[in-house]
């Protein structure tokens, strides 16, 4: 089933601009996107054939069938709850049923965790994002051995040093555990190579150090300790930047580039919007989307705020929402029998 499907067989129960028109937030660049509700005939809904969602191939515009649509509701899925709160200059299309289904009817202190919750996870992904533009990783990727170091006159030097200083090298080293230590050993060397020793690594891509036999009677030249913590943390960072940049949007990025305040300015507006949205919820037990600081919000959207200031903004409407929602009248949950009779009333009516 597709898009052109539902529409000619008026499937469709409910159709919107959604996005940053519907919030007010448009430009001049700013995409149309819909969003809207569709039901199944009789035939599908009761048969094999149920389909929850349709969408084009850049999802800018999606439909939901009329039940996943009331499960989400009933879940406080913010942006199902944003498509039923439309705008009334922004509804193309709306079947008299939709008129059942009433924001109010959905709307709980669930929405601290869906609201809140999913904007929490937006300041943590820019936190990190922050991270990564302020710490950028060298695309050649460290060994092992940069994180070992020798033990020397109460105090520590990089192996790569010591071995360099020396005129060593690390295929004729061997390496012994130290009984009753994490991450420390003997280091002996063998110039002619003849004992075998396996060397302190044996590939530039090992993730551990190399032990080896050694023959009895055979002294040490140096301690050595292997910060194996330090190491997983490097590669585990090293993996999720450059996966970063192999999948970040290179537009978004440079325009964050230009305004140089290392965030991804819309996302921190949008995660802005999404905290008043559920204060304003909890003060007013309603929601209504259209913003009312355009200006400020598009100023963070442009890059004028630092990063600082958009985190305290942040935090100051984390409060504001752990306040309002410990006095909010609102149901702990919506009231799923009564929103679920109502699904049940729409079918009926559609399927008379």
């Known amino acids: 089933m597709t898009i052109q499907d539902i529409k000619s067989r008026n499937l469709i129960l409910f159709q919107a601009i959604s996005g940053s028109r519907s919030f007010g937030l448009e430009t001049e660049n700013s995409d149309t996107d819909i969003r809207g509700v569709y039901y199944l005939t009789k035939e599908d809904f009761f048969g094999l054939n149920y389909i929850p969602q349709i969408s084009n191939e850049t999802n800018d515009i999606s439909y939901y069938e009329i039940g996943r649509f009331v499960e989400l509701l009933q879940k406080n899925n913010p942006n199902i709850l944003e498509i039923l709160a439309s705008p009334e200059d922004c509804i193309q299309h709306k079947n008299p049923l939709m008129g059942l289904l009433k924001p109010e009817d959905f709307l709980s202190k669930l929405c601290k965790d869906t609201f809140a919750g999913y904007a929490i996870s937006q300041i943590k992904k820019a936190k990190g994002l922050n991270k990564k533009i302020l710490n950028p990783i060298e695309k050649e990727k460290k060994s092992i051995l940069d994180f070992c170091y020798i033990l020397e006159n109460n105090s520590s030097i990089p192996l790569k040093k010591w071995l360099s200083e020396n005129g060593r090298i690390q295929e004729k080293c061997g390496l012994v555990n130290i009984d009753n230590t994490k991450g420390m050993f003997a280091v002996f060397y063998n110039e002619s190579g003849d004992l075998g020793y396996k060397g302190i690594i044996q590939n530039e891509e090992a993730n551990q150090v190399s032990v080896s036999s050694i023959p009895k009677g055979e002294k040490s030249v140096a301690f050595m300790f292997c910060n194996l913590d330090a190491y997983s943390t490097y590669c585990k960072d090293y993996r999720e930047y450059w996966k970063w940049v192999c999948e ?46 355009r200006d400020e919000l598009l100023d963070i959207k442009a890059g004028n705020w630092s990063y600082d200031d958009v985190m305290k903004k942040a935090e100051t409407l984390i409060q504001s929402i752990e306040y309002h929602h410990s006095i909010s009248t609102l149901p702990e949950y919506p009231d799923l029998e009564k929103t679920t009779k109502t699904l049940v009333e729409i079918r009926e009516n559609l399927y008379k």
């Open 248 to 293: 970040r949007n290179e537009d978004r990025y440079n325009v964050n580039q230009n305004h140089g305040q290392n965030y991804d300015s819309k996302n921190m507006m949008h995660t802005i919007r999404l905290l008043q949205s559920c204060e304003q919820i909890f003060k007013t037990n309603s929601l209504n989307i259209r913003v009312e600081n």
